[in-house]
């Protein structure tokens, strides 16, 4: 089992940046991928952005080059820039292991609120 536990989120105004960690524990060993969702009112859950242990990272095209994630062993980061009022949304972190593209186990937070409001 994996246990995630988040932090940061809030709120900012429309520009501003905020940075969300997540960090990892339990049977951590097992994990090989981790990264960022959120979900707005209304809306389904959407891959943010995510990094694979040897470093490979995605991001959904709404945030790219406003966005950054990285890991650091069992710590995952989201730094975010430039944020934007449709960036309001709840933020899950998740783990998984996968075994290539096969995702056997997930594991979710229990989420952190951003709100970007003037």
């Known amino acids: 089992q994996v246990q995630l536990a988040e932090y940061g989120g809030g709120l900012v105004q429309p520009g501003g940046s905020l940075r969300l960690s997540c960090a990892a524990s339990g049977s951590t060993f097992t994990v090989n991928y981790m990264g960022w969702y959120r979900q707005a009112p209304g809306k389904e859950r959407e891959l943010v952005a995510g990094v694979k242990d040897r470093g490979a990272t995605n991001y959904t095209d709404s945030v790219k080059g406003r966005f950054t994630v990285t890991k650091n062993g069992p710590k995952v980061d989201l730094q975010m820039n430039a944020l934007k009022p449709e960036d309001t949304a709840v933020y899950y972190c998740?783990?998984?292991?996968?075994?290539?593209?096969?995702?056997?186990?997930?594991?979710w937070g229990q989420g952190t609120q951003v709100t970007v409001s003037s």
């Open positions: 998740k783990a998984e292991t996968r075994a290539g593209d096969m995702v056997i186990y997930e594991y």
